[in-house]
């Protein structure tokens, strides 16, 4: 039986046993398909929250995405991980729905916390504290769209300058500046917070 673990300390293993697990799925098998879901949806749900600050979103884009992945694993060519394919897919889904949202002038400060708040859901029941995590969704919506993509990249998914670079297209310098000038705004906004 093939068992996929977060666990798992060897790496090469992990591609090995994802890469079989495509070939399975290429070859009909659609069970494999949803092993490597199961794997990955929840990190495809948290990544999309975390650029798009909003729970209902976030599951759109999460299901946008996981159909994305049924229709082009085929083209994936074992080049990068299946880990930063599937980011870079999720993260260029994310920041198109952003742009969706402002051309509609959906994009509410004040809404998804009080959305979340009423949506009995199992990813969001099981978040310790709701009210941290609103005062952070309002202040990574204050960062600019690349600024948030980086911050969002490198701290919650704790890729490498190198890794971002591969998923955004960006160059290493462009995202570290980026990077700055995001962490400069979360500390300002976070002294701002405690003041109040």
Same mark, same amino acid.
């Given at each position: ?60 884009? !999460?299901?946008?995405?996981? /159909?994305?992945?049924? #229709? *082009?694993? $085929?083209?994936?060519? &074992?080049? @990068? ?8 897919? !999720?993260?260029?889904?994310? /920041?198109?729905?952003? #742009? *969706?949202? $402002?051309?509609?002038? &959906?994009? @509410? ?20 504290? $709701? ?66």
């Amino acid at each position: 039986m093939l068992v996929l673990s977060n666990s798992m300390n060897d790496t090469g293993l992990m591609e090995e046993l994802e890469n079989k697990l495509i070939h399975d799925f290429l070859a009909g098998n659609e069970t494999a398909f949803n092993k490597l879901i199961d794997k990955y949806q929840q990190k495809i749900y948290w990544h999309a929250r975390r650029m798009l600050n909003d729970h209902f979103d976030a599951d759109d884009v !999460t299901q946008e995405v996981i /159909l994305v992945i049924y #229709k *082009k694993l $085929k083209t994936f060519d &074992f080049r @990068s991980s299946l880990y930063t394919w599937i980011y870079r897919i !999720t993260t260029t889904r994310s /920041l198109n729905y952003i #742009k *969706k949202r $402002k051309v509609r002038e &959906f994009f @509410s400060l004040d809404d998804a916390p009080e959305k979340e708040l009423k949506q009995n859901d199992d990813i969001v029941s099981n978040i310790d504290n $709701k009210e941290k995590l609103n005062r952070l969704d309002k202040m990574l919506k204050k960062l600019p769209d690349k600024q948030r993509e980086v911050f969002v990249l490198r701290n919650f998914e704790e890729f490498s300058y190198q890794e971002i670079s591969e998923i955004t297209g960006k160059s290493v310098g462009a995202l570290k500046a980026n990077y700055f000038h995001a962490l400069k705004k979360v500390t300002e906004l976070m002294k701002d917070d405690e003041q109040r």
